[in-house]
Antibody, heavy 123, light 107 residues
Framework: EVHLVESGGVVVQSGGSLRLSCAAS????????MHWVRQLPGKGLEWVSL????????HYADSVKGRFTVSRDNSKNFLYLQMDSLAAEDTAVYYC????????????????WGQGTLVTVSS | DIQMTQSPSTLSASVGDRITITCRAS??????LAWYQQKPGTAPKFLIF???SLESGVPSRFSGSVSGTEFTLTISSLQPDDFATYYC?????????FGGGTKVEIK
């Protein structure tokens, strides 16, 4: 069974930095593109970033480009999101999610999700 | 960016009702559309991919269809477990984008 567990969400001051982690188990981690998706309080879903299974490809939402960096450690089955220059509008629950199919480039659906970790940016 | 417009934003219905939720894409997405269900305090659950393909384990009362750039999620007979918020998502191109969500509540 796919299991994704996010951690690292805390209260941080505006302009600060934070690194989120996602521990993956129950599947061959290095075969799947992984994503970060966030949900602002009481609002809808926003895709944030992806990293391909082979670390060859990354994509970001315009709202985080240049401030957030996605990475992964396939030897440890971990996904990361380095978040810099945080602003109040980054306050959200951050989910990591796994793609549906292995080793597929382009396009993505979010097949399996973690429980989320709350990031609060205070001004 | 491709905009996904969902309607209605809220839908009141009773157990046993047939309901439909609509999602319109701002440009052609070649059926690269997924649907998710989310209950309060929990992560979204993946339901449908490629506009009409049901994910394994999802009840057959859920179905998806498409006409041009208008996509529809139908629940044929609403069950108590189905009261939730539903989101569509396009995966034709980056950035991946979601609709604003449809909350299905008890009438």
């Amino acid at each position: 069974e796919v299991h994704l567990v996010e951690s690292g969400g805390v209260v941080v001051q505006s302009g600060g930095s934070l690194r989120l982690s996602c521990a993956a188990s129950g599947f061959t981690f290095n075969d799947y593109t992984m994503h970060w998706v966030r949900q602002l309080p009481g609002k809808g879903l926003e895709w944030v970033s992806l990293i391909s299974w082979d670390v060859d490809t990354t994509h970001y939402a315009d709202s985080v480009k240049g401030r957030f960096t996605v990475s992964r450690d396939n030897s440890k089955n971990f996904l990361y999101l380095q978040m810099d220059s945080l602003a109040a509008e980054d306050t959200a629950v951050y989910y990591c999610a796994r793609d549906r199919l292995p080793q597929v480039r382009g396009g993505a659906v979010f097949h399996s999700w973690g429980q989320g970790t709350l990031v609060t940016v205070s001004s | 960016d491709i905009q996904m417009t969902q309607s209605p934003s809220t839908l009141s219905a009773s157990v046993g009702d047939r309901i439909t939720i609509t999602c319109r894409a701002s440009q052609t997405i070649n059926n690269w559309l997924a649907w998710y269900q989310q209950k309060p305090g929990t992560a979204p659950k993946f339901l449908i991919f490629k506009a009409s393909s049901l994910e394994s384990g999802v009840p057959s009362r859920f179905s998806g269809s498409v006409s041009g750039t208008e996509f529809t999620l139908t629940i044929s007979s609403l069950q108590p477990d189905d009261f939730a918020t539903y989101y569509c998502q396009q995966y034709h191109s980056y950035p991946l984008t979601f609709g604003g969500g449809t909350k299905v509540e008890i009438k």
